[in-house]
């Protein structure tokens, strides 16, 4: 088993920034992607982007690709998300999620995921 814990959450202004990280443990050794997710109140899970854990490989999806940016720290076996330029309907619970495959946006690709934290962009 893979044990995630997101923090870094917080209420910021629009354009503003946060950094959030995601610490896993356990059986981190199985994990080869590691990606974020996003939940707004009354919408679906929508995918922000990942990371491979070996060689750093990035992917986005269109709405944050160039003010989001994702890395990782191997020897801590956290992986951070930089979110820059913020914007109202960032606002959302953001949740990491990692798989033992090489995959990319489909939540089901995912195994574990971590409880969540809440980000609220204000106008």
């Known amino acids: 088993q893979v044990q995630l814990v997101e923090s870094g959450g917080g209420l910021v202004q629009a354009g503003g920034s946060l950094r959030l990280a995601c610490a896993a443990s356990g059986r981190t050794f199985n994990i080869v992607t590691i990606a974020w997710f996003r939940q707004a109140p009354g919408k679906e899970r929508e995918f922000v982007g990942r990371i491979t854990w070996s060689v750093g490989s990035t992917y986005y999806t269109d709405s944050v690709k160039g003010r989001f940016t994702i890395s990782r720290d191997n020897a801590k076996n956290t992986v951070y998300l930089q979110m820059n330029s913020l914007k109202p309907e960032d606002t959302a619970v953001y949740y990491c999620?990692?798989?033992?495959?090489?995959?990319?946006?489909?939540?089901?690709?995912?195994?574990?995921w971590g409880q969540g934290t809440q980000v609220t962009v204000s106008s």
């Open positions: 999620a990692t798989s033992r495959s090489l995959t990319y946006s489909s939540a089901s690709s995912y195994d574990y």
